[in-house]
């Protein structure tokens, strides 16, 4: 038997197979299925735990440390060829100046679009008079709605001066039945002189600004940056309507925070999707002059247009406002109070009056009704109204017993108006009498003011009841 014969009779013996043959028999026959995930005899290390970790990194999003060098490198070669700048992921284009090129992103909007509750057009219907109001300028009576700005900026810090770069300013109007909207992006340091060159092509045609604390921040940045690349801004003699003050003056009551954002969620019905917080947006900026990654500033260019579209529709829904019927221009009574303090400071007396009524014929909080009978007595008085006076005198008096001040304003008005000297009197005793036992406690030391106040108010009624005599009144007049 030759040495080839006794090793096949061992291998056959053995159940031996050469690796040729097995090399053979792996081709023809078709590959085995693979073994279930769920199977328990997988050796520790083997297909089992990969298939788990691949699954589990695909629930939370995570990647293999492969995945992740490849997906990186693929990134900075993109970024080499330019595929993450401004232009590629926010849209726009390229303007050019005499020395170098900013972008422009100009959004256009019908003036039916609505943000939140209201319609852009509002705006544009708008009473100049309701302007002039609730801006607290006469000159606003002027205001021509289709020459009227809505700026707003983004800049690298709120503390201003020299260092302070606005790198994102926004610019709308109303234009051939559109809401235009130019953002204006400074993609580096060197894009601002031709940024601020079509800017002041565009301010050349503005007669109005409605912004947003931007007499105090926005303007003067702006002015500082146009100064400084010796370039001329004609903001300067435009007419200018705050809406922070304006904010403050109607929602401040009822809402502790007026910033514009609160006022969209309170008061415009506003819910924004896909914002970064304005906080951050300084930061964004910064960190995109160094990676030239723009995809983080995507939100960025969102939260100004919603600022913007914000001024718009907020300037329309007070008008709205305004020109409802007196007594229902606001939902909230704190609001309609607000308004009512408007009117007043405004000299706007008979309003007041006609406003102040309507406000009292409702339920509403005693602190309310307090200052609202307070505002319509001095309404009354300064409009020479000395009858409807004393009925907003009586009313509050009745309403608050223990308020000296209303028991002696209405104690003043008998004293010199009615010269009914003993309802004077009865007003003040009343009063006292009524103050609570704490507050009695507390005048006996002579320090409560508003015992003091009812005191001497009182003393002065019985000198002039014990000594009725020529002149006496006259010493005691009020001056």
Not at 126 to 131: A, I, M, N, T, V
Not at 160 to 170: D, N, Q, R, S
Not at 309 to 332: C, E, I, K, P, Y
Request: proline share 5%; with cysteine.
């Amino acid at each position: 038997m030759t040495p080839d014969d006794k090793r096949k009779a061992l291998f056959e013996k053995l159940g031996l197979i050469t690796g040729t043959d097995y090399a053979k028999k792996r081709a023809e026959d078709p590959p085995p299925p693979p073994p279930s995930p769920a199977s328990p005899l997988l050796p520790a290390g083997g297909t089992l735990e990969n298939d788990s970790a691949r699954r589990l990194r695909e629930r939370l999003g995570l990647m293999s440390g492969l995945e992740w060098r490849q997906r990186r490198d693929a990134e900075d070669d993109a970024r080499d060829h330019g595929a993450f700048e401004v232009d590629k992921v926010v849209g726009g284009k390229l303007v050019d100046g005499r020395d170098g090129q900013f972008l422009l992103l100009r959004t256009e909007y019908p003036v039916e679009h609505l943000h939140g509750h209201t319609e852009l057009g509002a705006a544009l219907e708008s009473d100049p008079e309701h302007l002039a109001f609730f801006g607290n300028d006469e000159t606003l009576v002027e205001c021509n709605l289709e020459k009227t700005f809505f700026v707003d900026t983004e800049t690298t810090g709120l503390s201003g001066g020299a260092g302070t770069v606005a790198f994102l300013i926004g610019v709308g109007r109303f234009q051939d039945g559109l809401f235009v909207l130019d953002q204006c992006f400074m993609r580096d340091y060197d894009d601002e002189e031709p940024m601020l060159e079509y800017l002041a092509e565009r301010f050349a045609d503005c007669d109005t600004v409605v912004s947003f604390n931007g007499k105090s921040f926005d303007l003067p940045l702006l002015r500082t940056r146009f100064v400084q690349n010796r370039q001329c801004f004609r903001l300067d003699g435009a007419m200018h309507l705050d809406l922070v003050h304006t904010a403050r003056r109607f929602w401040k009551r009822r809402l502790a925070n007026c910033s514009l954002g609160n006022l969209e969620r309170e008061v415009l019905g506003v819910r924004r999707t896909g914002d970064v917080p304005g906080a951050l947006i300084p930061q964004l900026w910064l960190d995109y002059l160094h990676s030239r990654d723009s995809r983080p500033l995507q939100g960025v260019f969102y939260h100004h247009r919603m600022d913007i579209l914000s001024l718009v529709t907020l300037v329309g829904m007070l008008s709205r406002q305004l020109r409802r019927a007196d007594g229902a221009q606001f939902d909230h009574v704190e609001d309609q109070l607000s308004l009512l303090r408007a009117h007043f400071r405004q000299r706007q007396y008979e309003k007041v009056i006609a406003l102040g009524r309507a406000f009292l014929d409702q339920d509403s909080i005693a602190d309310l009704r307090r200052e609202c009978l307070e505002m319509m007595a001095l309404a009354c008085k300064r409009a020479a109204r000395f009858t409807d006076m004393q009925e907003a005198l009586e009313r509050w008096h009745r309403e608050f017993p223990t308020d000296a001040q209303a028991a002696v304003e209405l104690a003043k008005h008998h004293e010199h108006r009615t010269r009914d000297l003993r309802r004077a009197e009865q007003v003040c005793t009343e009063t006292l009498e009524r103050l609570p036992s704490p507050a009695r406690q507390y005048a006996a030391s002579e320090t409560s003011p508003s015992h003091t106040l009812i005191t001497r108010r009182l003393e002065r009624i019985r000198i002039k009841l014990g000594k009725n005599r020529p002149g006496t009144e006259a010493i005691f007049e009020d001056e």
